[in-house]
Each structure stands twice: as C-alpha cells, then as structure tokens.
C-alpha cells in the first residue's frame, strides 16, 4: 500500500524548536519530488516546503523561509521537516505530501493523516 | 505567493452541477497548465481530484472535470452527490517549484 506517515508533532513554546518526520513506503522514495504542508485550525491548505527527489534542491514559502529546512534521507525512507524560531501562526496540522510526477507542479497525490503542531507559552 | 481566489461555499440540489472557480495570476494559474484541485472532507486529509487543468487520477469519478481559461481554473462536479459534500481546493505551480493553493469552498449538497 502507498502510504506516508508524519510523526514528531506536539505543544513547543513560542521560540521553539521541533522535528517533523515522515516515513514512506509503498513507493519509490527516492524518485519523487516531497512537500509539507499545513493547515492552520479552521484555516485552509498552505504550502509549506518542497524538496527534490535526491534532495540537493529545496523551496520554502516566504512565511517559513529561514527558519524551517526540510530534508530527506533516501536510505530510510523518510522525509524531515526541522522548525526553528517557531510562532504562535506556525500552529497547524502538518501534512506530509508526495508529488504526483518526477518534476515539481504536477500535484501532490499521496498524503499522511498529519501531525498536530502547537505553538503556545 | 498570494493565496489563490476561490468562492467561500457554493450549493447545488443531488444530480444538479456546480463549478467551484479559483482565481489566480498571470505569474501562477496563467502562466502554467499545472492546476490541481483537492477534496478534503472534515478531519480528513486532502485528496487529488484533478492534476494539470483537467486530468483525473485513477480511481476519480468522472463527475469531476476541470478546466482554465486565463488566470482562472474551475472544478466542475456533475450529478452532485451526497458523499460530494467537502471543502475544495485549488492549487497551483507558482513557479521555482512552489505550490499557492486557493482559499478554499465548502461545498453543500442541499
């Protein structure tokens, strides 16, 4: 079964930092393109960050840019999000995604249930 | 990386159609036939529906189909159903390999 599952959510202080995981299987990890992305309580989807399939090229949106890295490690499988300096508007359910083609932009068509991240003192 | 534009809700009777529309740019839905759209019911996580405009993935009724003209993408859904009730999302390639997603419909099914 193709499946992604995050892990590494829970409460962090306002300053903070976390580690987001996501392990794949079902697929071939290393060949496709990864992305995280969240969702804010009662809000909408929002693009996080996306890595290429080896993982030598990432992208971050403005509102995360310097403070999250996404990375990924072939060998195991799985996909990390590290996020430092975190804010209260970080607080959201973060989705790990898997893009659909080998080139970023063609839609993301394997999702994780979520991990829950909250930010608060 | 402006949110792209979509309506807040947009109702229909069973076996009527709607078209949910999401609003972008030239820099993003105009620039690139990458759209994508995404059904997320309550508590769920999001799922492809539509990829590049108008091309469904396996497994995906035909009652949905989308299409683009310009800087605005549609979601059409056809023969509306029950289990069709859920928020909807746009998305789109907005370039150096970043994704901006529309703001979201709820759809109802009356």
């Known amino acids: 079964e193709v499946q992604v599952l995050e892990s590494g959510g829970g409460l962090v202080q306002p300053g903070g930092s976390l580690r987001l995981s996501c392990a794949a299987s079902?697929?071939?990890?290393?060949?496709?393109?990864m992305s995280w992305v969240r969702q804010a309580p009662g809000k909408g989807l929002e693009w996080v960050s996306l890595?290429?399939?080896?993982?030598?090229?990432?992208y971050y949106a403005d509102s995360v840019k310097g403070r999250f890295t996404i990375s990924r490690d072939n060998a195991k499988n799985t996909l990390y999000l590290q996020m430092n300096s975190l804010r209260a508007e970080d607080t959201a359910v973060y989705y790990c995604?898997?893009?659909?083609?080998?080139?970023?932009?063609?839609?993301?068509?394997?999702w994780g249930q979520g991990t829950t991240v909250t930010v608060s003192s | 990386q402006s949110a792209l534009t979509q309506p807040a809700s947009v109702s229909g009777s069973p076996g009527q159609s709607i078209t949910i529309s999401c609003t972008g740019t030239?820099?993003?839905?105009?620039?690139?036939?990458?759209v994508s759209w995404y059904q997320q019911h309550p508590g769920k996580a999001p799922k492809l529906m539509i990829y590049?405009?108008?091309k469904r993935p396996s497994g995906v009724s035909n009652r949905f189909s989308g299409s683009k003209s310009g800087n605005t993408a549609s979601l059409t859904i056809s023969g509306l159903q029950a289990e069709d009730a859920a928020d909807y999302y746009c998305?789109?390639?907005?370039?150096?390999?970043?994704?901006?997603f529309g703001t979201g419909t709820k759809v109802t099914v009356l």
């Open positions: 079902g697929f071939t990890f290393s060949s496709s393109a």
């Open positions: 995604a898997k893009d659909r083609a080998a080139a970023p932009g063609g839609g993301m068509d394997v």
């Open positions: 590049e405009v108008s």
């Open positions: 890595i290429n399939y080896r993982g030598g090229i990432t």
């Open positions: 030239s820099s993003d839905v105009g620039s690139y036939n990458l």
């Open positions: 998305c789109s390639y907005g370039g150096s390999s970043t994704y901006v």
